[in-house]
């Protein structure tokens, strides 16, 4: 099957879904051999109310992730960037990633969002560790799950843009450090109701003000952390005490078992007898 319109194509790879509203096709467009997702609604009764949307709210000169829109067989094709590779999710399943890798994927997620000027439909919906493509080199590529375009098309992208950020440094804001990082969410409630364009300012000043005193290494300030912290210190003191004494007690008993193993020095053999027989010493 070939998806076409105006000159160029989209040979259809697989089907990913398809009901009585719309269908999912995985494509390759033929002008440059990328992949691409096309989402083809059926519902005509539609069309005049989604096209003016898209009209007004995408630029696909700045947001290049969305490629076109137009009719083909009588129904409305919807096409999206679509790239493969490991997710966000799988990546941070599979690697531990220091603060400043992450501080850096992070800004290049909030940079590409807004280099894209990504509408909010479109940002609520990459806005998701399972969305979020990164590369070996740390490029990152966003999907977009659209199949609710037909809906009513809520969201709320700057508490999704929260949540991520919240789920890439939970392990800094448990402990409490450092204080930029802390200081950033602090101010988190009154940045989800700006812009993307601000939440990014200021988390790019605060990464900048992070990287320059070298953050990373301060001690926790939650005291749950500073008591296990002096719990595993001890243990490591405690821990060598103990295989001590146990190989102390190992040397011993390998000497006591030595000495007791041998012959006896307090008793002599007896030959008075062997089995019933008695032997006479006097012949």
């Known amino acids: 099957m070939i998806i076409y319109t105006y000159g160029h194509e989209y040979p259809v790879t697989s089907v990913q879904k398809t009901n009585e509203r719309y269908s999912i096709y995985m494509c390759t467009n033929s002008r440059d051999g990328s992949l691409c997702r096309i989402m083809s609604v059926k519902d005509r009764s539609l069309f005049p109310e989604l096209v003016s949307w898209l009209s007004n709210v995408v630029d696909p000169s700045v947001f290049t992730d969305y490629i076109e829109h137009f009719i083909f067989d009588d129904q409305l094709c919807i096409v999206m960037k679509y790239t493969q590779g490991t997710t966000l999710a799988d990546k941070t399943d599979t690697e531990g990633m220091p603060l400043r890798e992450?501080?850096?994927?992070?800004?290049?997620?909030?940079?590409?969002?807004?280099?894209?000027?990504?509408?909010?439909?479109?940002?609520?919906?990459?806005?998701?560790?399972?969305?979020?493509?990164?590369s070996p080199d740390l490029t990152v590529n966003f999907n977009y799950p659209i199949e609710d375009i037909i809906g009513t098309r809520e969201c709320d992208p700057m508490r999704k843009a929260e949540k991520l950020l919240r789920f890439f440094f939970a392990y800094?804001?448990?402990?409490?450090?450092?204080?930029?990082?802390?200081?950033?969410?602090?101010?988190?409630?009154?940045?989800?109701?700006?812009?993307?364009?601000?939440?990014?300012?200021?988390?790019?000043?605060?990464?900048?003000?992070?990287?320059?005193?070298?953050?990373?290494?301060?001690?926790?300030?939650?005291?749950?952390?500073?008591?296990?912290?002096?719990?595993?210190?001890?243990?490591?003191?405690?821990?060598?005490?103990?295989?001590?004494?146990?190989?102390?007690?190992?040397?011993?008993?390998?000497?006591?078992?030595?000495?007791?193993?041998?012959?006896?020095?307090?008793?002599?053999?007896?030959?008075?007898?062997?089995?019933?027989?008695?032997?006479?010493?006097?012949?």
Do not use: H
Request: hydrophobic share 40%.
């Open 102 to 134: 992450r501080l850096e994927l992070c800004r290049k997620i909030l940079e590409r969002a807004v280099l894209l000027d990504i509408p909010d439909y479109f940002l609520d919906k990459c806005m998701d560790v399972g969305n979020i493509i990164v």
């Open 172 to 283: 800094e804001l448990e402990r409490k450090v450092p204080d930029e990082l802390i200081k950033f969410f602090g101010e988190m409630p009154e940045l989800v109701k700006s812009n993307k364009i601000e939440l990014y300012s200021r988390y790019y000043l605060m990464m900048n003000t992070l990287i320059e005193s070298d953050a990373g290494g301060e001690e926790p300030k939650s005291i749950w952390f500073r008591i296990w912290d002096k719990i595993k210190k001890l243990w490591g003191k405690v821990k060598k005490i103990i295989m001590f004494l146990l190989l102390a007690a190992a040397i011993t008993y390998l000497v006591f078992t030595i000495q007791t193993s041998g012959p006896s020095t307090k008793s002599k053999p007896n030959f008075d007898s062997i089995g019933t027989v008695t032997i006479d010493k006097n012949r």
